[in-house]
């Protein structure tokens, strides 16, 4: 799209704007991995880190985000999605016991970036970065994952809303109308 996505408005409010504040409800300690900090100094109630080895994808801001966190699970969320759901955030961190990951998977598809992981990921997605493995999805036969189906998502509303994200333009009028 040209622009950080990040900072989109939607209804006067830029998307990380409306991502925190909702997930503030949800949770104590927020990180925010980027390659530009600087953009996010004036956010002062959160934790902003740097991805470890920067331009390597989402596998690798997953992996600088528990390096950080000093929890054992972790909820991931992508910048560009403008309908998180608080409820289905909660409900998926009690699935977590006994798993790695808690990522919905809808008509075959994951939403990794929309998933609860644990520091138990490290040492996996470090090796996977050593090989050059650089795919989210790819980790997932390395580790114990909860995979969440449609309809237990469907509970919490409609999937295509609640996973939607802005790639392009049309994406961004597309979700300015809802």
């Known amino acids: 799209m040209g622009r950080d996505k990040a900072f989109l408005k939607i209804n006067g409010e830029a998307l990380i704007e409306k991502q925190l504040r909702l997930l503030k409800g949800v949770f104590r300690n927020i990180i925010i991995v980027t390659n530009s900090p600087q ?3 004036g956010f002062k109630s959160v934790k902003i880190v740097r991805d470890v080895i920067s331009g390597r994808g989402p596998l690798v ?37 006994g798993f790695d990951i808690v990522v919905p998977r809808i008509e075959g598809k994951y939403e990794a970036l929309f998933a ?11 090796e996977a970065i050593e090989k050059d493995r650089l795919t989210v999805r790819g980790l997932f036969a390395d580790v114990r994952v909860r995979e969440l189906a449609g309809d237990e998502i469907m509970k919490f509303g409609d999937a295509d809303t609640i996973f939607m994200n802005m790639n392009t333009k049309e994406d961004l009028c597309r979700i300015r109308a809802c």
């Open 39 to 41: 953009k996010y100094a």
């Open 61 to 97: 801001g997953i992996y600088s985000g528990l390096l950080a966190s000093e929890s054992c699970y972790n909820f991931v969320v992508a910048c560009d999605m403008p309908f998180i759901n608080a409820k289905l955030i909660e409900y998926m961190i009690t699935l977590k016991d």
């Open 116 to 126: 609860v992981y644990s520091k138990n990921c490290v040492r996996p997605i470090n």
